[in-house]
């Protein structure tokens, strides 16, 4: 029956507790509590302030159905309270166990009714009950971890503990530590626990950005007074990183030089193979040197390395861009260029040769001709033309009209040597010698006719200038 009794007393104020925040609050109550630790031999002291906020005086009635306990105004006049209009009336509550109870954290209700609008105000009064004299208690906590079960190392690990003491045992100084084979995992704090208290702590790790992967086992020990209360275990996995290789570039320059050092980091956790590349251009690879391959992709040129590395660590690769070639070729080209126009000769000669009796099988007479031209500006002096009639013809001294006569016709041992001599040969003038030799038999096969050779000089120098050589018939 009293089972039956209590129950029906916390369903009403239960209902009392849901359904008044629906009711037009006419009044205010204050509760505050003045001594809440007791012994049960001892009375918990709770003020309760009633304010009126009607134009006209009020009754308010105050009763509680809490068995166990006596909860009563003090004075007990205060049952009954008549409150002016807008008035406001402070009253103590006595609190007090009627019988022997295991310490502990007890929560009490009573309530303040308004007689004249009856609306009622739920009252709840948390009394903490400590035992007569001091009983002997072994520590008991209870600990809920909360953290990542799966890392990345380059991301800072929050680990928070949330730790109940489950007896009146005061846990002044408990310290905890976490364990690991992860040295930046140790860490250690002290935290007082109350009574029946609960607390959160929290911690946050850096791990080694280079850290192993694979699993790892923390230890979370919480020590009291020299000894391990407590000992729980969590399971961390680190995740595998294998991030793209980091590049730095350093470069020098000297002279049309370009020495680069590329410094290749591998940033992962784990060894790591990779292809690194280098974008460069065209022109650039052209004179480029160092120990590297070349690829394209997409109209883009890359020096490409394969490079194998050890978590956090370096290695370098040079190459030099050396472009002082060009300046050498080119100052090849110019002296080639100096040479070229200082060595060659401003003297022109083109011999030709045709024939003007007989056919291509059977030579008998020849015409030649020798063309003269000074191609410079300045004029040439003491000009001798020299051509070389084979022994097998013979020079016919008879001169076509307007041609230049020879200054001497001579017989030598390679054959006829004619000479012509001029004074002067000036800029860009253009002379034609023409003279014929005639074969002293008829020449089957092929007659060759050796160069002519112009001697001169130019400016202080004597030069000389050679003419092809001219091919006359059919080879067998």
Same mark, same amino acid.
């Given at each position: 029956?009293?089972?039956?009794?209590?129950?029906?007393?916390?369903?009403?104020?239960?209902?009392?507790v849901?359904?008044?925040?629906?009711?037009?609050?006419?009044?205010d109550?204050?509760?505050?509590?003045?001594?809440?630790?007791?012994?049960?031999?001892?009375?918990?002291?709770?003020? !309760?302030?009633?304010?009126?906020?009607?134009?006209?005086?009020?009754?308010?009635t105050?009763?509680?159905?809490?068995?166990?306990?006596?909860?009563?105004?003090?004075?007990l006049? &205060?049952?009954?309270m008549?409150?002016?209009a807008?008035?406001?009336?402070?009253?103590?509550?006595?609190v007090?166990?009627l019988?022997?109870?295991?310490p502990?954290?007890?929560?009490?209700?009573?309530?303040?009714?308004?007689? &004249?609008s009856?609306?009622?105000?739920?009252?709840?009064?948390?009394?903490?009950?400590?035992?007569e004299?001091?009983?002997?208690?072994?520590?008991? =906590?209870r600990?809920?971890?909360d953290?990542?079960?799966k890392?990345?190392p380059t991301?800072t690990?929050?680990? +928070?503990l949330?730790?109940?003491?489950?007896?009146?045992?005061?846990l002044?100084a408990?310290?905890v530590?976490?364990?690991?084979?992860?040295?930046?995992?140790?860490?250690?704090?002290?935290v007082?626990?109350e009574?029946l208290g609960?607390?959160e702590?929290?911690?946050?790790i850096t791990?080694n950005?280079?850290?192993?992967?694979k699993k790892?086992?923390?230890f979370?020990v919480f020590?009291?007074?020299?000894?391990?209360?407590k000992?729980?275990?969590?399971?961390?996995?680190?995740?595998?990183?294998?991030?793209?290789?980091e590049?730095?570039?350093?470069?020098e320059?000297?002279?049309?030089?370009?020495?680069?050092e590329?410094?290749?980091?591998?940033?992962?956790?784990?060894?790591?193979?990779?292809?690194?590349t280098?974008?460069?251009?065209?022109?650039?690879?052209?004179?480029?040197?160092?120990?590297?391959r070349?690829k394209?992709?997409?109209?883009?040129?890359?020096f490409?390395w394969?490079v194998?590395?050890?978590?956090d660590?370096?290695?370098?690769?040079?190459?030099?861009t050396?472009?002082?070639?060009? !300046?050498y070729?080119?100052?090849?080209?110019?002296l080639?260029l100096?040479?070229?126009?200082y060595?060659?000769?401003?003297?022109?000669?083109i011999?030709?040769?045709?024939?003007?009796?007989?056919?291509?099988?059977?030579?008998s007479?020849?015409? =030649?001709?020798?063309?003269?031209?000074?191609?410079?500006k300045?004029?040439?002096?003491?000009?001798?033309?020299? &051509? !070389?009639?084979p022994?097998?013809?013979n020079?016919?001294?008879?001169?076509?009209?307007?041609t230049?006569?020879?200054?001497? =016709?001579?017989?030598?041992?390679?054959?006829t040597?004619?000479k012509?001599?001029?004074?002067?040969l &000036?800029?860009?003038?253009? +002379?034609i010698?023409?003279?014929?030799?005639r074969?002293?038999?008829?020449?089957?096969?092929?007659?060759r006719?050796?160069?002519?050779?112009?001697?001169y000089t130019?400016?202080r120098?004597?030069?000389?200038?050679?003419?092809?050589?001219?091919?006359?018939g059919?080879?067998?």
């Amino acid at each position: 029956m009293g089972e039956l009794k209590a129950t029906f007393y916390s369903l009403l104020l239960f209902s009392l507790v849901v359904f008044s925040p629906f009711i037009s609050a006419a009044s205010d109550i204050i509760l505050s509590a003045e001594v809440n630790q007791v012994t049960p031999s001892e009375q918990a002291v709770y003020a !309760v302030t009633v304010k009126n906020n009607e134009d006209k005086a009020q009754r308010y009635t105050f009763y509680s159905f809490q068995t166990g306990w006596t909860v009563e105004p003090s004075p007990l006049t &205060d049952k009954i309270m008549n409150i002016p209009a807008r008035g406001t009336h402070t009253t103590k509550i006595i609190v007090q166990p009627l019988e022997e109870l295991p310490p502990g954290i007890y929560t009490l209700s009573a309530v303040i009714e308004n007689v &004249d609008s009856s609306e009622r105000y739920p009252l709840v009064f948390k009394v903490y009950l400590a035992p007569e004299k001091p009983l002997h208690y072994l520590p008991s =906590i209870r600990v809920e971890i909360d953290m990542d079960e799966k890392i990345k190392p380059t991301d800072t690990v929050p680990i +928070r503990l949330r730790v109940e003491n489950r007896n009146p045992l005061d846990l002044k100084a408990m310290k905890v530590r976490i364990q690991s084979e992860m040295p930046e995992f140790a860490k250690e704090a002290v935290v007082g626990l109350e009574p029946l208290g609960e607390k959160e702590l929290e911690f946050t790790i850096t791990p080694n950005k280079f850290q192993q992967p694979k699993k790892y086992t923390l230890f979370f020990v919480f020590e009291h007074e020299g000894r391990d209360i407590k000992v729980l275990e969590k399971e961390l996995e680190v995740l595998t990183l294998t991030p793209g290789f980091e590049i730095t570039k350093q470069e020098e320059s000297l002279y049309l030089k370009k020495f680069t050092e590329l410094k290749i980091t591998n940033k992962g956790n784990v060894l790591n193979k990779q292809e690194v590349t280098y974008p460069v251009t065209w022109w650039e690879s052209l004179f480029t040197t160092g120990v590297m391959r070349e690829k394209e992709e997409s109209g883009q040129r890359y020096f490409v390395w394969e490079v194998e590395l050890q978590p956090d660590t370096s290695t370098t690769v040079q190459f030099v861009t050396n472009y002082r070639v060009l !300046v050498y070729l080119g100052i090849l080209l110019f002296l080639f260029l100096c040479f070229y126009l200082y060595a060659r000769s401003p003297m022109v000669v083109i011999k030709r040769a045709v024939t003007t009796k007989g056919d291509e099988s059977s030579l008998s007479e020849i015409k =030649i001709r020798l063309e003269i031209q000074n191609n410079s500006k300045k004029p040439l002096k003491n000009v001798s033309i020299i &051509d !070389v009639v084979p022994t097998i013809a013979n020079v016919e001294e008879s001169l076509e009209l307007g041609t230049l006569k020879p200054s001497e =016709i001579k017989h030598v041992k390679q054959g006829t040597r004619v000479k012509w001599s001029l004074a002067e040969l &000036d800029g860009q003038e253009h +002379r034609i010698i023409t003279y014929k030799v005639r074969a002293k038999l008829n020449i089957l096969g092929v007659f060759r006719l050796p160069r002519a050779t112009v001697a001169y000089t130019h400016g202080r120098r004597s030069r000389k200038a050679y003419s092809n050589m001219t091919r006359l018939g059919v080879e067998e």
